[in-house]
């Protein structure tokens, strides 16, 4: 099952949020892990080195955690792509997940982080990407060794790293009084405790009532002896309460006298200055990171009591071009090494941009950072957006201060996480930290590039290298949010389109591979709303384009002869299905309507289909169509838990491929030494495990080729082989970018 929606980062500078097609998998039938047992398929294992095509960061950098005792240690979190921790040496960040299998995939995304002072080599996560009943229960994982090894406790209730309120936190807290005992905020479940270091866990007295659609728990943050913990389930009223504390008895209180309204309905973060003993809160109207109309910043005195307000810019005003400046308070860290010294940041800001607002006076005057900002993505060139220059950052709700360095500020935003060691001069510190959620990967038959990418929220991608982000950044003319199509025709491989969100056309060729492009001259009025996949004949002289809504709605698909400059319906096209060109014959495309089982095929260039065969697996609408390279008629499906299946007359007849039990994508690449059929590649399964496979005998045998601390969670959208290079392979996955193997 695939779903349609809003995006999970609005990323076009200076537009409005683009609607943005965000998969999430769907699994029914047999579900399979890799385990140390079945770790040899049946025709062996094949070592392979695994590495990330650079991108740069590319998702929501959600938390971010210096460890407050050891210099160089930090860690950080993201809403679906696993936590990483710093390495000091090398300057990147260690992605620390990457273990999580197939039918783990729900423990990807991150809810929580949580370091213990006094044990440094230990840290924690509370892992969970949905609360929806279609995905499983949230865990706990637990190291000794900082994230090199993991020990898991399942836990009986539902997180939510990828929902609203994800940037929010952290919800984990190791108990300042006693290493042995955590507790962890949910969202629905209300409050939970650990005696034995996470490895059970039971819940806790709590005065605020949990809901089934309530944000409960928001942060858990320890001041001195006495832990607070935002409430995100008020309503702002004088009667609601926002925030709790422990007592002396080890129950939890309302703190008395805290701020009420609107701006502070739903506390966001807190930090604590442990010299001047103030804890500062930052609230906004909504759980967010979307949707904060307005917010406040308050600063409590744990020591008397008392609150002040230090909002820094109250929301509500007007930007100079008159939009109304509405926004929240997200983020929020304080400096150890000098006392007073806080930064806060604004969330949701789109008029005037976000920004960090820092004061070194306990928050009784403000400085924004952005006004001096100096940036520097010369090493991740994407984040222009296609603009001349970045902007400061949007959906800014994790701040961290190095405890060793004040000048030492970092940031994560909807795409990466950036640094300062001046307070002036700003660069992505991202290195190694890739979440993109991929959607099309093609390998050239020619040309610079070996890899052209379809992404999530950054479209189109040129990789001239797979080591260094591409120097282009994202396609041009038109940016798109979300890449929904990306087309290579065979035997012209300088000719490249691509279809996808953006708010000035949904369509572009290229002419040169990929460097560069130009819109359709013109597209169907359903394509701004509803844009969908894209194929191109084999010679580049047809372009046929389907139409699938964000919310599920599918219309009829579209032909162009003219390279965009006009449009035709295709009734006979069966509506939402993905168009594949035959890579041989420009006459010859085909479609599967995946709610039928039915495979069309049209020999006049896509002008008319009629159906070739019937009685194919159905119902769900992630079932591919691959076209071998280089052949007519040569079609592979993968039908998921249905298996594999082959057709060579054209999609006449299909037989089931008996080598393997299931297949959820599969992609072709350079032929081995002395075979006459190209590699595939698959994830699939050939006996108990889910995994990636290579054959080099025409699905006869298969060979594993990842293996079990190389898994990624769902990896089942996309996979290519590299039409140059035997055995490498790219593989898309749902939150940890492009990972792209080698034979070791």
């Known amino acids: 099952m695939r779903t349609y929606g809003l995006s999970r980062r609005a990323v076009l500078a200076g537009t409005a949020a683009t609607a943005a097609l965000t ?41 971010v955690l210096f460890h407050p005792s050891v210099r160089g240690l930090a860690y950080a979190r993201t809403d679906i792509g696993g936590a990483y921790r710093w390495d000091d040496a090398t300057s990147q960040w260690v992605p620390l997940t990457d273990h999580i299998g197939w039918d783990d995939w729900n423990l990807l995304g991150v809810e929580a982080i949580a370091v213990d002072r006094a044990h440094p080599d230990r840290v924690y996560l509370a892992v969970g990407t949905y609360s929806q009943p279609w995905a499983g229960n949230g865990a706990v994982l637990r190291s000794d060794d900082r994230g090199a090894t993991w020990t898991r406790t399942d836990l009986t209730v539902k997180l939510g790293a990828n929902e609203d309120g994800r940037g929010a936190g952290e919800r984990l807290l190791v108990d300042p009084r006693d290493s042995d005992t955590l507790w962890l905020g949910t969202r629905h479940d209300g409050l939970l405790k650990s005696p034995d270091r996470g490895a059970t866990w039971a819940s806790a007295d709590f005065p605020a009532q949990a809901n089934a659609s309530g944000q409960g728990v928001m942060f858990l943050v320890a001041a001195g002896r006495t832990l607070y ?22 129950g939890w209180e309302a703190v008395p006298g805290q701020p009420t309204g609107t701006a502070a309905k739903v506390p966001i973060r807190a930090a604590y200055d442990s010299t001047t003993r103030e804890l500062y809160v930052t609230y906004a109207d909504t759980p967010g990171p979307n949707g904060h109309s307005t917010g406040s910043v308050h600063k409590l005195n744990t020591a008397t009591g008392k609150w002040t307000e230090v909002t820094p810019v109250k929301p509500g005003g007007t930007t100079a071009d008159g939009s109304k400046d509405t926004f929240g308070y997200g983020g929020v860290a304080v400096d150890v090494r000098r006392p007073g010294t806080v930064v806060v940041s604004t969330n949701n800001r789109w008029a005037a941009v976000d920004t960090l607002f820092r004061s070194t006076d306990r928050g009784r005057t403000w400085t924004s950072l952005k006004d001096a900002a100096v940036f520097d993505v010369s090493e991740t060139p994407y984040l222009k957006w296609g603009e001349e220059k970045p902007k400061f950052g949007w959906w800014i709700q994790a701040i961290g201060i190095d405890p060793y360095d004040s000048k030492h500020i970092v940031f994560g935003t909807g795409a990466t996480l950036y640094a300062t060691r001046d307070l002036k001069n700003w660069a992505p510190q991202i290195r190694g930290l890739e979440e993109t959620s991929v959607r099309q990967l093609i390998s050239p038959p020619a040309g610079d590039a070996h890899l052209l990418s379809g992404l999530g929220d950054i479209g189109v991608m040129y990789h001239e290298l797979l080591t260094a982000s591409p120097s282009r950044g994202m396609a041009t003319n038109p940016v798109f949010g979300t890449a929904t199509g990306l087309a290579l025709a065979a035997a012209k491989p ?58 599920g709605t599918k219309y009829a698909a579209h032909r162009s002869t003219d390279n965009g400059a006009t449009w035709t319906e295709v009734s006979s096209f069966p509506k939402g299905a993905t168009p594949v060109a035959d890579p041989a014959d420009p006459t010859l495309f085909y479609a599967y309507d995946t709610d039928t089982g039915t495979l069309y095929a049209s020999t006049d260039s896509g002008a008319s289909f009629t159906i070739r065969a019937t009685g194919l697996p159905s119902g769900d609408s992630q079932f591919k169509i691959a076209a071998a390279p280089g052949r007519s008629g040569d079609l592979w499906l993968s039908a998921k838990w249905n298996g594999l299946y082959r057709s060579t007359d054209g999609g006449a007849t299909f037989t089931k491929v008996t080598s393997c039990w299931a297949s959820y994508t599969l992609g072709f690449g350079k032929a081995a030494d002395g075979a006459d059929y190209p590699a595939i590649y698959q994830v699939g399964a050939t006996e108990a495990i889910t995994a990636v496979y290579r054959s080099d005998d025409e699905a006869k045998t298969w060979i594993r080729i990842n293996d079990d601390a190389h898994q990624w969670g769902w990896i089942g959208e996309v996979i290519a082989g590299d039409r140059r290079i035997f055995g490498r392979v790219y593989l898309g996955t749902n939150g940890r970018g492009i990972q792209y193997g080698d034979p070791a």
């Not at 769907?26 to 398929?41: E, K, L, S, W």
């Not at 995100?232 to 422990?246: E, H, I, K, M, N």
């Not at 009025?525 to 509803?530: G, L, N, P, R, T």
């Open 23 to 63: 998969a999430v998998p769907a699994f029914q039938g047999r579900a399979h892990a890799a385990t140390d047992d079945t770790a040899a398929a049946a025709s062996g294992a094949a070592a392979y080195r695994w590495r990330n095509a650079v991108i740069g960061g590319t998702g929501f950098i959600s938390g």
């Open 229 to 250: 913990a935002g409430w995100g389930d008020g309503d702002g009223s004088a009667t609601a309460t926002a925030l709790y504390r422990t007592t002396s008895s080890g």
């Open 494 to 551: 300088s000719y490249v389109v691509r279809t996808g969100w953006g708010d000035k056309g949904n369509g572009a060729y290229s002419n040169d591979g990929g460097q560069t492009w130009a819109p359709f001259a013109a597209q169907p009025d359903i394509a701004k709303s509803a844009p969908g996949p894209i194929a191109t004949s084999a010679d580049g002289s047809t372009l046929l384009w389907t139409f699938v809504h964000w919310d």
